[in-house]
């Protein structure tokens, strides 16, 4: 899960960007409006976390501006602002929901994971593919309901193939969910984690499309 942290203050930024990459997300942290709106160019984010007071260009501004263009990624707004009516013109510019800072960094991802859900019309946190369980609240994976131990991008990746069933993802596809800027990506980290994948899962649990991807078919 690629997300987009939008935030001026170095202090909260940096905690933000630590506590979600502690959680699995991979995160690019931009620092003013304007390189928030060439890195959402890039349509490569599943939603982007939004300060509102921030140089260059104004996050409502710039709200208002990805909505009119149509851009339909999930925003969440965290702001200083508490005022009611910064709040309810936020949302109506086309926020997906809103919080108040400071906030606490468990609300957020709470907050983070329940916008995700939202928007793939999912309203339980559990995924399931046949004899595989996977629930992203607690990080958990089950198979044939025994618990199997998972690195924290083992997890997104798998995450990532369950999410949509039968869709082939590319090796690209799936590193630009799994890294953000100024991660460490070795050439073959993807073939290395589909690998300990299929130690765990079976070797048949992630096929490989050859030319296009991998993809998870229903796990036995
Ligand atoms: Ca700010």
Request: aromatic content about 4%; hydrophobic content about 45%; overall charge negative.
């Amino acid at each position: 899960m690629r997300v987009l942290l939008v935030e001026d203050d170095p202090m909260i930024g940096e905690a933000v960007k630590r506590g979600l990459g502690l959680e699995g997300f991979a995160v690019d942290w931009v620092q003013d409006g304007r390189q928030a709106e060439l890195a959402i160019a890039n349509g490569v984010y599943e939603l982007v976390l939004l300060d509102l007071g921030l140089p260059r260009k104004d996050g409502l501004a710039l709200l208002k501006e990805l909505r009119r263009r149509g851009i339909a990624v999930p925003v969440l707004v965290a702001t200083a602002r508490d005022a009611l009516s910064d709040r309810i013109e936020g949302l109506n510019a086309g926020a997906d929901d809103y919080l108040v800072k400071p906030f606490h960094l468990e609300e957020l991802v709470a907050r983070v994971r329940a916008l995700l859900r939202r928007n793939q019309g999912r309203a339980n946190p559990e995924i399931e593919c046949g004899a595989l369980r996977l629930n992203p609240v607690t990080h958990q994976a089950l198979l044939r309901g025994t618990p199997i131990e998972l690195s924290a991008k083992e997890f997104a990746l798998l995450h990532a193939l369950v999410e949509k069933p039968g869709a082939v993802l590319s090796r690209e596809q799936l590193e630009e969910k799994l890294y953000g800027w100024g991660d460490e990506v070795g050439s073959n980290a993807v073939e290395v984690h589909i690998h300990n994948l299929r130690r765990k899962l079976g070797a048949d649990a992630i096929r490989n499309i050859r030319g296009v991807g991998y993809r998870v078919e229903t796990v036995e």
